[in-house]
């Protein structure tokens, strides 16, 4: 981790749920995505990733064992990071 990541809590990430214009944010792995851009491409379809919609995904996303190309194609759409929940 960076100095320069920007931190958000999960309450900052729920903002971002794709509803009435907000854009859509999901977490994987502590990392926040920006999948706007890429949700109308996912092979797998915009609702699934619209199911977890400014919500932590890692779930999802690892449950279907995603291809290592596709873990690559995250990097693109990072945002920043969870906040260390440990502090609160
Ligand atoms: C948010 C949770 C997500 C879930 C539940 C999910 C689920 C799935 C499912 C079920 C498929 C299979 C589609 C099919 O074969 O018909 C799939 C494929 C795929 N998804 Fe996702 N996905 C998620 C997020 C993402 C994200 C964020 C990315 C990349 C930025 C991504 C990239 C891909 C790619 C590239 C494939 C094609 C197969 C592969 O390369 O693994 N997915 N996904």
Same mark, same amino acid.
């Given at each position: ?6 931190r /958000? ?8 749920? $794709? ?9 994987? %792995?502590?990392?926040? /995505? +920006? ?6 491409? %996912? =092979?797998? $379809? =915009?609702?699934?990733? +619209?199911?977890?919609? $400014? ?5 999802? #996303?690892?449950? #279907? ?11 693109? /759409?990072?945002?920043?990071?969870l906040e260390d929940v440990s502090i %609160?």
């Amino acid at each position: 981790m960076s100095n320069s990541t920007i931190r /958000y809590s999960l309450a900052d990430v729920a903002k971002y749920n $794709g509803k009435n214009g907000a854009r859509t944010w999901i977490v994987i %792995h502590d990392n926040i /995505y +920006d999948v706007t851009d890429y949700m109308q491409q %996912h =092979p797998g $379809g =915009p609702e699934l990733i +619209d199911d977890y919609a $400014g919500k932590d995904a890692t779930s999802g #996303f690892d449950e #279907f064992g995603h291809s290592s190309d596709a873990t690559k194609m995250l990097k693109k /759409y990072l945002v920043g990071e969870l906040e260390d929940v440990s502090i %609160h």
